[in-house]
């Protein structure tokens, strides 16, 4: 298939693109790289441009002769999304939909589209299930929920096949240290225990240690980036007009922040100190996928199933960029 992956000099769309690449599609990265990084494109291979331009959207699609796709490109800070409200729903909900619209004036209607965990809120139960309810507890969640509804019209409407993909915490690199994780400013766990690794910051701050979780510190889901990969391309694969995939993508096993910075300490020999600091507001004690459906319906199965080699995966990355993709 010709695929578009929007967002693909991101995190998670780098690494599919290259894999959807490798699986013999014909492949293009749309990336207005507010984000994104030119070097996390194969050469020749990256169409720069944003999603509200869509005159440029329907161009893409016609001279590519897109089948599908892959839709990545969004803005993804929880706390941005609280404090400017307006920039995400103008880029994850306007822009996605303008690029939905271009898709329907192409005639493309294959897409997988990258939502998200937080669509769920404050869980009522753990593991969680696709028919928990979904009620997010930031404006990142509902701009991600708002485009899952509109691909559920669509597909009704206009017999659009469709995957909704539901990811826990994305975590690790390519397995070659090529492809990694390269966010300005970087929140997320795993690089910031491995930039304390480093010798790059002090410290590793540890949001809350008296939480309800057997060791007091929260609990996520982290799936490795190229088993996000695999199930978008799998995923893709199946759709059928009027196909509706809304799949969690996580491993269904849960690691607290404390076997984090262990697994750290022991994949990189460093001692990584710690400091403990309130928890951090609207962070759910525990967030664990029931990763079941996606196996059932996508036939997919991750391959990373514990902490130590996800982060033995950055770990490579972060040590041959430390700089990231600046280097
Ligand atoms: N976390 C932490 N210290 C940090 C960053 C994150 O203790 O400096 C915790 C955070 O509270 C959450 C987990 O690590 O429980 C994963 O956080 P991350 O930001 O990576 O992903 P999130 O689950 O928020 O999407």
């Not at 991600?144 to 469709?162: M, N, P, Q, S, T």
């Not at 390269?182 to 225990?193: C, K, N, Q, S």
């Not at 750290?264 to 525990?286: F, Q, S």
Request: contains cysteine; negative net charge.
């Amino acid at each position: 298939m010709n695929v578009l992956v929007s967002g693909g000099a991101g995190y998670v769309g780098s690494h599919a693109a290259r894999m959807l690449s490798r699986a013999g599609h014909e492949v293009w990265a749309y990336d207005n790289l507010v984000f994104g990084h030119r070097g996390a494109v194969a050469p020749g291979r990256l169409i720069e441009g944003d999603l509200l331009d869509r005159g440029k959207v329907v161009a893409t699609l016609r001279e590519k002769q897109i089948d599908a796709v892959m839709h990545f490109a969004a803005f993804a800070y929880v706390g941005e999304s609280v404090t400017d409200p307006a920039k995400y729903y103008r880029n994850n909900v306007v822009g996605t939909l303008s690029l939905m619209d271009a898709m329907r004036e192409a005639g493309v209607w294959r897409i997988v589209f990258s939502s998200t965990c937080a669509t769920y809120g404050e869980p009522r139960s753990v593991p969680i299930g696709e028919d928990q309810p979904q009620n997010p507890i930031n404006p990142y969640g509902y701009t991600k929920l708002v485009i899952e509804r509109a691909l559920a019209d669509f597909a009704r409407a206009y017999g659009w096949g469709y995957a909704a993909l539901r990811y826990f915490n994305a975590a690790g690199a390519s397995a070659d240290g090529d492809l990694g994780e390269d966010h300005d400013p970087e929140t997320h766990l795993i690089p910031l225990v491995l930039q304390v690794a480093q010798g790059r910051r002090e410290h590793i701050t540890i949001f809350g240690d008296r939480l309800p979780t057997p060791d007091g510190t929260c609990i996520r889901d982290y799936i490795h980036v190229d088993d996000l990969a695999s199930a978008h391309i799998s995923a893709l694969e199946k759709l059928r007009p009027g196909t509706e995939f809304r799949c969690n993508l996580g491993t269904g096993r849960g690691t607290s922040v404390k076997e984090v910075i262990e697994a750290c300490r022991e994949v990189t020999g460093h001692a990584i100190p710690a400091v403990v600091a309130p928890p951090r507001e609207g962070d759910p004690p525990a967030l664990v996928a029931d990763a079941g459906l996606a196996r059932r319906e996508l036939g997919w199965t991750p391959r990373f199933t514990s902490i130590g080699p996800i982060v033995e995966s950055a770990w490579k990355w972060h040590q041959s960029h430390p700089d990231g993709y600046g280097a």
